[in-house]
């Protein structure tokens, strides 16, 4: 028998099979097991590409549902340096069309990666130029980009956004949540090549749009106010100006300009200096605007009535060893007449028999030394010191718009509480929030801070304010057929390099509502350092009316003198 | 009876396959159908940009004023027409106002 060879082999042999299944377990248990973790890791980066995909940027549109700002998808071009033959034919090729010159398209198609962008987000001919090209190695994709279509037409409230569809300034940062799409990302397969395996049902998933904003706005308001703006900038060589018109009923923006202009469509060389909000970034100091304020705290005090007598001091009248100055000599006035001629030293006196907590109380009461929360970003609550902060001479120079630093909407807003009857509403600019299908998702209602003064107090400082526009410094503001009730500003700024007033450095302003009897407007206009004569009787009002006459004309508001015509219906 | 239910089979067959092949034509149909949506919603966002861009108020005023030689309204020349019955017994109701703004769109009123 032969059993003892052949037992041996069969041994032999098992042994190696015990052998060769324990390296086989314990690679398995390495790969399987021990390593499990960081190779399925390794496999999926081999194995997945994760691209994120991101909904159109909503609309924005003014308050009839023009378009001012809208996304549309444009093409991108991109190189695959790694695939190409010839970087500098494909260079030559692409310059003409790219607008980029050749050098620097190859610079950037030499480079060592796989994928690399040349253009974005270009004009629709350009994209259809580069598809006719049908160049190796290059790529065309669409992306959202933003357009303002009416150009330079509110830019400083809708702001702009970035390359990446992200919100930087105005209402496109300030509404950034509701405007911006959906972000979506998806994992793709690759097979072994690298070759992108689209899942099914990929093309649904297209992500959902950002909602859509209607603002207070109205674009021909805006247009007629950046128009008139623009003008009176250029025309007395001011350094920049603002207007800013309100519903006083509702608190609602109708228009919001600033000068100089800019186009969100081109922000690339521009600095932040030009696309800054000013009517609500920047203060001033009021000057004579203010004494409206004070006039109204006095009426509802009793302090004053229109008929109290105030003596002018014949122009001079010294206070904490500072001389106050009005620009003529006055005597016996009345308290109309202090606001008509916009007398410092009858608004000094008015402050003082208010005395500084109450003064303070109504600054309050009026909106200063707050933010008026407009749904802006970028809002500063101007300043404000308490009275315990008070000089000597503060009580005075408050009363007549001095250390004291107010924002053009923030006096909009004040002025805007005695058109409405003593009651202050919230100012706001985004009226409703739809989503991509017309659903309503936010609605803003005018909403009432509080009341400020009773309609009776707001009832007398329209007439006397209307005396302004009648018979005092506002007289340019008048609009024919029409009673306007404001109040002229002028004041001195502040000489960074003094410290002092300057005597050639002025704000001029104008500040009111039309029609007095029942507003439709309450509007400002500021200029900030006018050449030349720099009296807002002089700089501002005169914009006023050309701005109101035009607005309400477009609004269909009545004159006074309107000839009733009635015509009779024809059947046809 | 067996020769029936042979081509009723084989019918079954070839209405299973014209199903299939049916369906995967619909299936190219849809996709084709969905980037002729794609291209017509992104003509349509473009001539949404250009209609805008040419209705801006500013547009509007610069070819009125310097193309057609308009002038805006002065003082005097803007009459507001109230619609209420102002004087009793005429009254203009809204859809006379149409109608005669699309007979005069027309040519002009005619009786």
């Known amino acids: 028998m032969t059993a003892g060879p052949s037992r041996g082999r069969r041994y032999a042999m098992l042994f190696l099979f015990l052998c060769g299944f324990s390296i086989i377990l314990f690679r398995l248990v390495t790969l399987q097991v021990l390593q499990a973790a960081e190779l399925t890791a390794k496999a999926d980066r081999q194995h997945q590409k994760t691209v994120s995909f991101e909904g159109a940027r909503g609309t924005v549109s003014d308050r009839h549902g023009k378009v001012l700002a809208m996304n549309v998808e444009v093409p991108s071009v991109f190189g695959v340096p790694t695939s190409l033959e010839s970087p500098s034919t494909v260079a030559r090729h692409l310059s003409p069309v790219l607008h980029i010159r050749t050098g620097e398209l190859e610079r950037k198609l030499r480079q060592d990666k796989s994928f690399v962008w040349l253009a974005r987000k270009l004009e629709p001919e350009q994209g259809r130029r580069l598809e006719q090209l049908s160049l190796d190695g290059i790529g065309v994709v669409m992306e959202g980009r933003r357009f303002y279509p009416k150009g330079p037409l509110l830019a400083h409230v809708l702001g702009f956004s970035g390359m990446d569809g992200q919100g930087l300034e105005g209402l496109e940062r300030r509404y950034d949540s509701h405007l911006h799409g959906e972000k979506r990302v998806t994992v793709l397969q690759r097979d072994a090549l690298g070759r992108t395996v689209f899942p099914k049902g990929l093309a649904e998933q297209v992500p959902t749009p950002g909602h859509a904003l209607t603002l207070t706005v109205d674009e021909v308001i805006q247009y007629i106010a950046e128009k008139e703006l623009e003008e009176a900038v250029t025309h007395t060589h001011a350094k920049s100006g603002t207007i800013i018109i309100m519903e006083p009923q509702s608190g609602a923006i109708l228009a919001m300009a600033v000068s100089p202009r800019f186009d969100p469509n081109v922000v690339a060389k521009l600095t932040p200096d030009r696309w800054r909000n000013r009517a609500l970034t920047d203060t001033y100091e009021p000057g004579s605007t203010m004494k409206v304020v004070v006039a109204a705290a006095a009426l509802e005090e009793k302090v004053m009535t229109p008929g109290s007598m105030v003596f002018g001091e014949n122009g001079h009248m010294v206070i904490a060893n500072t001389t106050i100055h009005d620009h003529e000599k006055l005597g016996w006035i009345t308290f109309s007449e202090v606001i008509q001629k916009s007398s410092n030293i009858g608004a000094a006196k008015t402050g003082m028999a208010l005395g500084e907590q109450r003064l303070y109380r109504y600054l309050q009461g009026f909106g200063f030394g707050q933010r008026t929360e407009i749904d802006l970003p970028g809002e500063v609550s101007g300043l404000l010191k308490a009275p315990k902060d008070w000089g000597r001479r503060s009580l005075a120079s408050i009363s007549m718009g001095q250390e004291i630093g107010v924002t053009p909407l923030q006096m909009v807003s004040a002025l805007a509480t005695l058109a409405n009857g003593g009651v202050m509403m919230k100012p706001y600019v985004v009226s409703e929030v739809r989503d991509q299908k017309g659903l309503l998702l936010k609605e803003v209602l005018p909403q009432v801070k509080r009341r400020v003064v009773s309609p009776d107090t707001a009832r007398t400082m329209t007439t006397m304010m209307e005396g302004v526009v009648t018979n005092g410094t506002g007289a340019k503001a008048a609009i024919p057929g029409f009673r306007v009730a404001g109040k002229t500003g002028t004041a001195q700024k502040i000489d960074p390099r003094t410290g002092a007033y300057s005597s050639t450095q002025f704000v001029g302003s104008f500040v009111g509502y039309v029609p007095a009897e029942s507003p439709r407007l309450a509007m400002i206009v500021v200029i900030d350092e006018p050449q030349g004569e720099a009296w807002g009787g002089a700089v501002a009002a005169p914009v006023f009316r050309r701005v109101g006459e035009q607005v309400l004309n477009y609004l269909g508001v009545s004159r006074e003198d309107t000839v009733k015509i009635a015509l009779a219906t024809r059947d046809y | ?111």
């Open chain 2, 1 to 111: 009876m067996k020769m029936l239910t042979i081509v009723a089979g084989v019918m079954l067959v070839f209405v299973f396959v014209w199903e299939r092949v049916d369906v995967v034509r619909l299936g190219y149909q849809i996709e084709r159908l969905k980037s002729q949506k794609v291209l017509l919603e992104r003509e349509r966002d473009q001539l949404q940009v250009k209609f805008s861009s040419l209705t801006a108020p500013e547009r509007i005023a610069k070819v009125a004023t310097e193309k057609l030689g308009l002038v805006p309204p002065q003082q005097g020349q803007v009459l507001m027409v109230h619609q209420s019955g102002d004087v009793p017994g005429l009254s203009l109701q809204p859809v006379g106002q149409v109608r005669l703004a699309r007979h005069i769109a027309a040519g002009g009123v005619s009786e």
